[in-house]
């Protein structure tokens, strides 16, 4: 005999099921409904009680690589995130703490050092932090420089920053000259280093650095692109004498001369020098400049 | 009336739970030590006070919901008390309502206890009665009943330490689930997002009711989100407290 208190539990039990799917379905849709609700957020607020990396590695115990492994994949996360307006706030901080808490973690300072660069083109408008940006860049790359001593490509990288961003070159100059201190730098990197110095506007040192790697070249490609350099060292040289004699020239005579074999007519010039490769360099009156018969690049 | 008068019974056991008081005093502690800690830092002073307060307020009374509600319904079963209540004409229902009353009321107590001490700490320093904090005070005690209903479901079929981790595990996620909508955003739609999608939309979101920064730093709160919240907060309550019944009226004691 089935007792008379059953088919009571029994409704007592579908109205408890149905009183569950009811409040799940409430508070799925109430779920949906707040985060529809803008809510005002503090520029940084997310991170700004990010503690230091030094903090940390005494808090994760010893599982300070894993602590390091999750704060980096949420940096990428939280990198990667465009809606996050004021993500590069703090992009120095959370990148020491990684640094700080796995020295030896190489990604972290090149994949550090590339967002700081990336930032820094999306502020282009604002320079203050776009020069910001920059700065902590060089600064992931120190510290992994000075934390990986055996890591040329932390210098390597800081180099080509400082030459193709920054374009400061006496600071690529001096990044390139570490890099290739370092065991296992590649050859190309004395490369840079000529066309940093070329850069910076130290002709006669870019010209002996490129004759050096000229002579030194293991092969005929590496002869070739220093051969290249040293025919547009010279030309630069021998161009900024002409067109200042032809200046003095212009001055002397209130008209530009008809040919550059005038220039030495003048004793303006000893000789008219030639290229690398033994051909005149082409002189246009009308514009008063020279350049060269053929493009450096395509000798 | 019953589930009253099991609601004031548990008030009354609680009451007596060292652990309770071992909790406020180090809450009360940690919001007194809120002026110690201000001294040490550079700039705004009232921020930390605020903030570390607050942060007491929730992290102590979140505390006392897991580690006392996780023995609530164990701890008479454990000593068998449960064979008189049950001989009574008491519902299980009843008996799980009235539990969790019981402790939703010690906790309201307690907060209202460390609020003060957090308020006085606060005019202290600014000689202003800062309303919104209460604000953001209500919604702590608002996730404080969650957490509570989820002690008392963990209570009702397992013991106390795994109870404990269980409820403390269901805080964290609910404080760390908003991370899915970050994954949503990166993911192509398929069934993987809908999954996370479901998920998202399943776990608890306790940062509905944390409005802890906005009160800190004094920004506007859009006021259409004070309802939904608290409709959220206590439809999510009402589900945990369902299943809580819904598994303890299947449960054998012999």
């Known amino acids: 005999m089935v007792p008379a208190t059953a088919p009571r539990r029994g409704r007592a039990t579908l109205l408890l099921v149905g009183l569950l799917v009811a409040a799940s379905a409430g508070f799925s849709a109430l779920k949906v409904a707040t985060d529809k609700i803008a809510r005002e957020k503090l520029p940084g607020s997310s991170i700004i009680y990010v503690p230091s990396g030094k903090f940390l590695k005494f808090a994760a115990f010893g599982y300070r690589a894993l602590a390091a492994d999750a704060v980096y994949l949420w940096s990428i996360q939280y990198y990667s995130t465009p809606t996050i307006d004021d993500r590069y706030d703090h992009l120095d901080h959370v ?11 190489q990604d972290p ?38 934390n990986n001593p055996d890591q040329w490509i932390y210098p390597f990288n800081a180099g080509h920053i400082a030459l193709m961003t920054l374009k400061d070159y006496a600071l690529a100059e001096t ?47 590496t002869k070739k692109i220093a051969s290249n350099h040293l025919y547009n060292v010279k030309a630069t040289m021998d161009k900024a004498a002409l067109e200042a004699a032809l200046a003095e020239y212009r001055k002397r005579t209130g008209r530009p001369p008809a040919g ?24 246009d009156p009308a514009a008063g400049t020279v350049t060269t018969v053929i493009s450096p690049w395509r000798r | 009336m019953r589930i009253g008068a099991i609601a004031g019974i548990t008030f009354k056991e609680a009451k007596r739970d060292r652990v309770l008081y071992l909790l406020f005093f180090f809450a009360a502690l940690g919001i007194l030590a809120s002026r110690v800690l201000a001294i040490l830092t550079v700039g705004d002073r009232l921020k930390i006070i605020k903030d ?13 919901a897991i580690l006392i509600g996780t023995g609530l319904v164990y701890k008479e079963i454990d000593k068998k008390t449960i064979f008189t209540l049950l001989a009574k004409p008491i519902r ?18 307690m907060t209202a206890a460390m609020t003060a001490i957090f308020l006085a700490i606060v005019f202290a320093h600014t000689l202003e009665v800062e309303g919104a904090l209460l604000v953001a005070v209500a919604y702590i005690f608002l996730e404080l009943v969650l957490v509570t209903a989820v002690a008392v479901l963990f209570s ?28 949503l955003a990166k993911m192509a739609p398929g069934p993987g997002r809908a999954l996370v999608r479901a998920l998202y939309t399943v776990l608890p979101d306790l940062e509905n009711f944390n409005f802890k920064t906005e009160v800190v730093h004094g920004l506007p709160i859009p006021p259409g989100i004070y309802l939904p919240s608290l409709l959220y907060g206590l439809c999510y309550t009402a589900f945990i407290l369902g299943l809580a019944i819904l598994i303890f009226r299947r449960r054998d004691f012999i």
């Open chain 2, 52 to 64: 570390v307060g607050l942060a007491s307020i929730a992290v102590f009374g979140v505390l006392m």
């Open chain 2, 92 to 109: 299980r229902a009843e008996f799980i309502l009235g539990k969790f009353l019981g402790l939703v009321l010690t906790l309201f107590v």
């Open chain 2, 156 to 183: 009702s079929f397992s013991t106390p330490i795994l109870s404990s981790l269980f409820a403390l595990a269901f805080y964290l996620i609910g404080h760390l689930s908003w991370g899915l909508k970050l994954i």
């Open chain 1, 175 to 221: 990044y390139f000259e570490r890099c290739m201190a370092i065991p296992g730098a590649p050859e190309f990197v004395e490369r840079l280093r000529a066309n940093a110095i070329f850069k910076k506007g130290d002709l006669q040192t870019s010209w002996e650095t490129w004759l050096d790697i000229y002579k030194r070249a293991p092969d005929e490609r």
């Open chain 1, 109 to 146: 300072y090149e994949v550090g050092a590339m967002i700081a660069v990336q930032g820094a083109q999306e502020n282009r408008a604002r320079p203050e932090a776009a020069a910001r940006l920059l700065a902590a860049a060089f600064a992931i790359l120190d510290r992994g420089a000075a």
């Open chain 1, 95 to 105: 990148f020491a703490i990684i640094n700080e808490l796995d020295p030896r973690f």
């Open chain 1, 260 to 283: 550059l074999d005038a220039l030495a007519g003048a004793g303006l010039v000893r000789e008219v020098p030639k290229d690398l490769d033994g051909k005149d360099y082409v002189y």
